[in-house]
């Protein structure tokens, strides 16, 4: 379990045989307290060492492409591999097989190398930043709806959301429950485009 849940951990133990699935294994269960666990007291970035790029990045493909040539020039890879063919011609030997395994490491290596070369260091949510604002406003915009729907006040967390999104929320107050329903829908289309250029923008 991730060290930021241990906080928020009440209770740990187990069912009895049978208890909630017919099983011959008995299930552990781990009760934490919601508020502390998911209510953003412990949410903390992923740690993402890199990004990867796609094909359709043609000027990333080109930098990879370049840096990778280079290496297999240096290393000598094309020359390598026919010779090692030529012996391979004549009987496979243990010998044959440790040197097809090394340059095999080696050019593995050099893929990594040059795709290290060609990706950026990125530590954190492997998100853009306008996909990650979407997504907060259709939480926001369903938090509203949901206290419409019930005829209960916004709750305190959701009034702090409109801050950070710089909605007006004497504006939002004045929706009724069709117009903030509607104003949800369109706020999960919106998040959908985005999603659709999500790894373009990352």
Known sequence: MDAA????????????L????LSDHVMVYVDLDEREAFDGHLNRPVRIPS??????????????MKVFLEQAEMHNYGR???RLCEKFKHGVTDALIKEYNNLDQQIQNSIL???KKTIKKKFGYNRSPRLGKAGYGVNFWKSVLSAKTLNIPI???TRRMAEELLL???YVEEFNTPQTRRR???AVEELREVQERADEER
């Open 18 to 21: 049978h208890e909630a699935m």
């Open 184 to 186: 949800t829908r369109e």
């Open 168 to 170: 007006d929320m004497e």
């Open 51 to 64: 990004r990867e790029f796609i094909l359709a990045q043609s000027d990333k493909c080109e930098k990879f």
């Open 5 to 16: 849940l241990l906080g928020s951990i009440r209770r740990i133990g187990t069912f009895g």
């Open 80 to 82: 390598r591999i026919e």
């Open 155 to 157: 709750p305190e967390k």
């Open 113 to 115: 190398h040059a795709a």
